[in-house]
């Protein structure tokens, strides 16, 4: 055995505790970084973020300017639900509804995903 490698084996033999940590703190980094990115959106979090429920009442709370939103998926398809967060003047000229085209793809099957619990 060389003397080089003789003194790299004795290096890792002397680091080994915290190279192994080391490599144990890099796993755990990137689970919570796949965690956090590949984490599906929830209906709920969207849903009072965006202050849906100031106008919809759904599921017994919210307000009372809008209909109310429980069993919503029954009486509209997901892609009329869909049409109307992200233009509802297209269904009402009139619509006092806000336009919700800022969310994502994503967050609006969330959000109908949502809807459809009871
Ligand atoms: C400022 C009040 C307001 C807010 C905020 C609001 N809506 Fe509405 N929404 C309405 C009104 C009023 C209607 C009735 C239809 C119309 O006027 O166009 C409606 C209609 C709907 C309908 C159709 C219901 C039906 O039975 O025809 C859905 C679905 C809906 N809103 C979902 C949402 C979602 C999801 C959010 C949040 C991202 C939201 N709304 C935020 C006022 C609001």
Same mark, same amino acid.
């Given at each position: 055995?060389?003397?080089?490698?003789?003194?790299? +084996?004795?290096?890792?033999?002397?680091?080994?505790?915290?190279?192994?940590?080391? &490599?144990? /703190?890099?796993? &755990?980094?990137?689970?919570? %970084? $796949? @965690?956090?990115?590949?984490?599906?959106?929830? #209906?709920?979090? +969207?849903?009072?973020?965006? @202050?849906?429920? @100031?106008?919809?009442?759904?599921?017994?709370? @919210?307000?009372?300017?809008?209909?109310?939103?429980? #069993?919503?998926? %029954?009486?509209?398809?997901?892609?009329? $639900?869909?049409?109307?967060?992200?233009?509802?003047? *297209?269904?009402?000229?009139? *619509?006092?509804?806000?336009?919700?085209?800022?969310?994502?793809? /994503?967050? $609006?099957?969330?959000? +109908?995903?949502? &809807? #459809?619990?009871?």
């Amino acid at each position: 055995m060389t003397h080089e490698s003789q003194v790299m +084996i004795e290096l890792i033999h002397k680091y080994k505790v915290l190279i192994f940590s080391f &490599l144990i /703190g890099l796993s &755990l980094l990137a689970m919570v %970084a $796949i @965690g956090v990115v590949s984490k599906a959106p929830d #209906g709920s979090v +969207i849903f009072r973020r965006e @202050g849906c429920s @100031g106008c919809h009442s759904f599921r017994g709370r @919210g307000g009372g300017a809008g209909p109310e939103l429980t #069993g919503v998926t %029954a009486r509209r398809t997901g892609r009329w $639900i869909r049409e109307e967060i992200r233009n509802p003047k *297209s269904h009402n000229p009139n *619509s006092r509804m806000p336009e919700f085209s800022h969310l994502t793809e /994503g967050e $609006i099957k969330a959000l +109908i995903k949502y &809807l #459809g619990e009871r």
